[in-house]
């Protein structure tokens, strides 16, 4: 039988683990926002002090950063964002489009009565979110509907992989795109009308659709933040 004190160092270090990935995701949204640019040194201190962490965290943190391609650890130097470029972008979303379409196609054939009404609801908290301008809870909601669609879609296997792309794009920071709000209040309630009309093809393409909608929206954010801006030409004059 396992013991209390066996049990401490495996529950230590899943607390530990939960605080890198904390920090991962607090730095992802730092660099996918534009708030850091690729080429950019990373403070650990900072970092720490914004997260709440101590040192040992925030660097574990990067490293799992840097297994996903968004640092880059320089010797004696420590850790740089990484270029990353429209297509880089692009190729993120793409692969959340196509699984989570994938999977509202799947749920358009299986999705309880009480998984619509849930659904429902959602749209609805959503929309009067929207209204009362309650960011946390824009984000909640939005979260909820694409969980829900997920689960009612019973392919625990390829939700699993959808995570781990997900992860890879806070969504936090979704909100602030302009547009991104307005075309989930249009999106989501039609995805829901194709799933209580049980049409899995129609379902596919509007959730595809709406989520490459994000990233035409967030490059062009980026865009205006001057990330990808070429560099003046010296004069030769």
């Known amino acids: 039988m396992e013991t209390a004190l066996q049990r401490l160092p495996r529950s230590a270090n899943k607390q530990r683990h939960q605080l890198s990935e904390d920090v991962a995701t607090y730095v992802r949204e730092l660099i996918i926002s534009g708030r850091v640019r690729p080429g950019e040194f990373l403070r650990i201190e900072p970092i720490a002090e914004a997260v709440g962490?101590?040192?040992?965290p925030v660097r574990e943190g990067l490293l799992l950063l840097s297994g996903e391609g968004f640092v880059e650890l320089v010797p004696r130097r420590g850790f740089m964002v990484s270029e990353f470029s429209k297509q880089d972008?692009?190729?993120?979303?793409?692969?959340?489009?196509t699984m989570a379409g994938e999977l509202a196609s799947r749920a358009a054939k299986s999705i309880s009565v009480r998984e619509l009404d849930h659904l429902a609801s959602v749209v609805e908290a959503h929309a009067r979110a929207a209204e009362s301008g309650a960011d946390?809870?824009?984000?909640?909601?939005?979260?909820?509907?694409?969980?829900?669609?997920?689960?009612?879609a019973d392919s625990r296997r390829l939700a699993m992989l959808l995570a781990t792309v997900v992860?890879?794009?806070?969504?936090?920071?979704?909100?602030?795109?302009?547009?991104?709000?307005?075309?989930?209040?249009?999106?989501?309630?039609?995805?829901?009308?194709?799933?209580?009309?049980?049409?899995?093809?129609?379902?596919?393409?509007?959730?595809?659709?709406?989520?490459?909608?994000?990233?035409?929206?967030?490059?062009?954010?980026?865009e205006k933040?001057?990330?990808?801006?070429?560099?003046?030409r010296k004069s030769t004059a």
């Open 53 to 56: 962490v101590s040192n040992t």
């Open 89 to 97: 972008v692009r190729d993120l979303f793409w692969a959340q489009a």
């Open 136 to 152: 946390e809870e824009l984000v909640a909601y939005g979260h909820e509907f694409h969980r829900s669609i997920n689960l009612a």
């Open 167 to 222: 992860k890879q794009l806070p969504n936090r920071f979704y909100i602030n795109i302009e547009g991104h709000g307005e075309d989930t209040l249009r999106d989501h309630p039609l995805i829901l009308e194709a799933l209580q009309k049980r049409r899995p093809k129609a379902a596919n393409a509007l959730m595809r659709d709406h989520i490459m909608s994000s990233a035409d929206e967030l490059i062009t954010m980026l």
């Open 225 to 232: 933040q001057g990330l990808w801006a070429e560099p003046a």
